[in-house]
């Protein structure tokens, strides 16, 4: 046999083996080779996933005139949140009416419309409750389901331009 560098012979009870190589093989009764068979590969264990519970956070919220626009720092869940877990006081003292709410999973953002517009001099700031516990309708959340928790007081920053500076002097 051509390429053959070395053959070892070893007795094992009434079996006769040989090695040619790094490959074992085993002379049977009617004196034909068989190869012995190979040992399974030990699979790679697969690596534990990765649980995100870290919950999302605002970084920044924007009004302008009646459109107030959040911005959270994670990828959102399509989740609608309930308008009455948010409180907006204008001026220290008026509340505002928010009637309705969108999630932008794209921008994550939520979108709150209120029912009336703020002026470019008034002062805004936002409060959100989250109920305890894990909730998965009607909250803020990001995409691995957790939950935004509770912001007792942020500022927003007015973006709503001067109802004056759009009149044209004559």
Do not use: C
């Not at 009764?29 to 697969?46: A, G, L, M």
């Not at 803020?140 to 912001?151: F, P």
């Amino acid at each position: 046999v051509s390429g053959i560098t070395s053959v070892d012979l070893a007795h094992g009870g009434s079996d006769l083996y040989f090695t040619i190589g790094q490959s074992i093989y085993k002379l049977d009764d009617q004196s034909t080779v068989e190869p012995t068979p190979e040992p399974e590969p030990v699979p790679e264990p697969e690596p534990e996933p990765v649980t995100d519970t870290t919950p999302p956070t605002l970084s920044s919220a924007l009004i302008d005139g009646s459109t107030l626009t959040i911005t959270l720092d994670e990828t959102l869940a399509s989740t609608i949140p309930d308008i009455s877990n948010f409180t907006l006081v204008k001026n220290v003292s008026e509340l505002l009416t928010v009637i309705s709410a969108s999630v932008d999973t794209v921008a994550n953002t939520v979108t709150l419309e209120l029912a009336a517009a703020v002026e470019t001099t008034d002062t805004v700031t936002l409060a959100y409750e989250d109920n305890p516990g894990d909730q998965t309708r009607g909250v803020i959340e990001d995409d691995a389901g957790n939950d935004l928790g509770t912001i007792g007081s942020f500022s927003i920053l007015n973006n709503t331009a001067d109802a004056d500076s759009d009149i044209e002097e004559n």
